[in-house]
């Protein structure tokens, strides 16, 4: 089948999927939507959804499926902005129909999550020659109060890029920017991995209002589960991050910077910078304690960055404090179910790519 360059794969129904699958099909391209179970598809009305926010208008879709095949059959581009923790899960969904030329695009990967990705396709018998890449965040700052009525907060200033081959970052680029002109490439998946700032922003800040969640108390997230206490945890965790960066041979942004960067927040600290951050003003904090923030981010962020740092020799106590943390309340070794050293070639990921001198400038 041949590819239809304005057809867009969107993969997730969540609030992610739902404010991307909208905001592309505003702009004219044709829209489909992966859902994973066939209740997720019957929670929408129809096919129209009602975008608000920065960007708001009617955006009509051209199917909602949990059918992989109709859905990602001849389209160009597939997003997949599922947790990341699903990635494996969608992989062996979409082997049988990936077909040669069509780019993959995990939004975001979290840590390494294209090379998760792109070992259980080949173990799955995928042998599609397609582009696999992933971005350091997700692109928006959403939210979706009900189905088919996303509200996208705010579009990140910058979003970084790297494919599983160097090579193609270029082409990835090129086929995002023509939506999006923030997207700007990454030297490698070292780059995209170790600036993933999920990992920072939301376990820790979860595990410090483990009672606000558990009563279902409704707080904004950032605003006032943050305290300026919070704030200098997460920067004391940041500082291992860059450290372990820096030992693999890549630059990152610490995360005030990124603040700055990717809000244009103002700010002599990270919590004034966060208190700053208009995009953060309606985001309330989960009301259950099987949040993303938990089950995402530890085993996708703060494990790989953890088995980095056992690779590397970099000490990181806190990040592994907070994932022997979340596993007690979680009741579960996130260690021993996330991308560790055992699931992730780590060493060929050091060993294969650019030296640092070609890093582009942030």
Not at 62 to 71: N, P
Not at 129 to 136: H, P, Q
């Amino acid at each position: 089948m041949k590819l239809q360059q304005r057809s867009v794969a969107v993969i997730s129904s969540g609030n992610g999927g739902q404010a991307l699958a909208a905001y592309y099909a505003l702009h004219g391209y044709e829209v489909r939507l992966y859902a994973r179970q066939q209740e997720r598809v019957e929670m929408f009305p129809g096919l129209d959804f009602e975008l608000q926010g920065v960007v708001s208008g009617t955006a009509h879709l051209s199917l909602i499926s949990c059918d992989m095949e109709q859905v990602i059959q001849g389209a160009a581009l597939i997003m997949v902005t599922t947790p990341a923790q699903y990635h494996a899960v969608i992989a062996r969904a979409m082997a049988p129909y990936l077909r040669d030329g069509q780019t993959v695009v995990l939004n975001p990967g979290r840590t390494f999550g294209v090379l998760e990705f792109d070992t259980v396709l080949r173990k799955s018998g995928c042998h599609a020659r397609i582009l696999l890449a992933e971005a350091d965040t997700f692109v928006f700052t959403c939210r979706c109060e009900k189905p088919g009525h996303p509200a996208i907060y705010q579009i990140k200033d910058v979003l970084r890029v790297a494919a599983l081959h160097p090579c193609d970052t270029a082409s990835v680029c090129l086929q995002l920017r023509s939506l999006f002109p923030c997207v700007q490439p990454a030297a490698n998946l070292l780059e995209t991995g170790l600036s993933n700032i999920g990992m920072l922003f939301h376990p820790v800040p979860t595990l410090m209002n483990l009672v606000r969640v558990e009563a279902k108390e409704q707080f904004l997230y950032y605003h006032e589960g943050i305290s300026p206490m919070v704030a200098s945890l997460i920067e004391r965790m940041d500082a291992e991050r860059v450290q372990l960066a820096r030992a693999a041979g890549v630059s990152v942004l610490p995360v005030l910077d990124w603040v700055r960067t990717r809000y244009g927040s103002q700010g002599d600290t990270l919590y004034q910078a966060i208190q700053n951050t208009d995009a953060y003003a309606g985001v309330f904090g989960p009301t259950d304690l099987h949040t993303r923030y938990l089950y995402e981010d530890v085993p996708t962020g703060c494990v790989p960055m953890a088995a980095l740092g056992r690779l590397l020799q970099v000490p990181m106590p806190i990040t592994e404090a907070v994932i022997q943390w979340a596993g007690t309340v979680c009741n579960l070794d996130f260690y021993s179910i996330g991308r560790n050293e055992t699931r992730l070639d780590l060493r060929s990921l050091l060993e294969n790519s650019p030296p640092s001198s070609t890093l582009s400038a942030h």
